[in-house]
Nanobody
Framework: VQLQASGGGLVQAGGSLRLSCTAS????????MGWFRQAPGKERRFVAA????????YYADSVKGRFTISRDNAKNTVYLQMNSLKPEDTAVYYC??????????????WGQGTQVTVSS
């Protein structure tokens, strides 16, 4: 499965962005899908995930209430809607898929990353 992330950019604090991750070479309908991010000089961290079997969603505490993960199986795409963005959300965002795990341990396939920069 190849994952292509897009939608990053530069936005002012308080603004919104929607990231997309489109899969090819496989269907996301049987994969747990997730988003991670890596800020400069820091480790990659879990942001959000959605389980394929029941649609349950999971979020890091730092983004709860601001970010929403969703999926469109017909388009083979998972989204991350990011609202009320803060400068500390600045990072490269990666999408990931995993047939079994969901959450911080997931990650069999990875996308290439898309840069999100939030200015103060």
């Amino acid at each position: 499965v190849q994952l292509q992330a897009s939608g990053g950019g530069l936005v002012q604090a308080g603004g919104s962005l929607r990231l997309s991750c489109t899969a090819s070479g496989g269907t996301i309908s049987v994969y747990n899908m997730g988003w991670f991010r890596q800020a400069p000089g820091k480790e990659r961290r879990f942001v959000a995930a959605i389980r394929w079997s029941d649609g349950n969603t999971y979020y890091a505490d730092s983004v709860k209430g601001r970010f929403t993960i969703s999926r469109d199986n017909a388009k083979n795409t998972v989204y991350l809607q990011m609202n009320s963005l803060k400068p500390e959300d600045t990072a490269v965002y990666y999408c990931a898929s995993d047939p079994l795990r969901v959450g911080v341990e997931m990650g069999v396939y990875w996308g290439q990353g898309t840069q999100v920069t939030v200015s103060s």
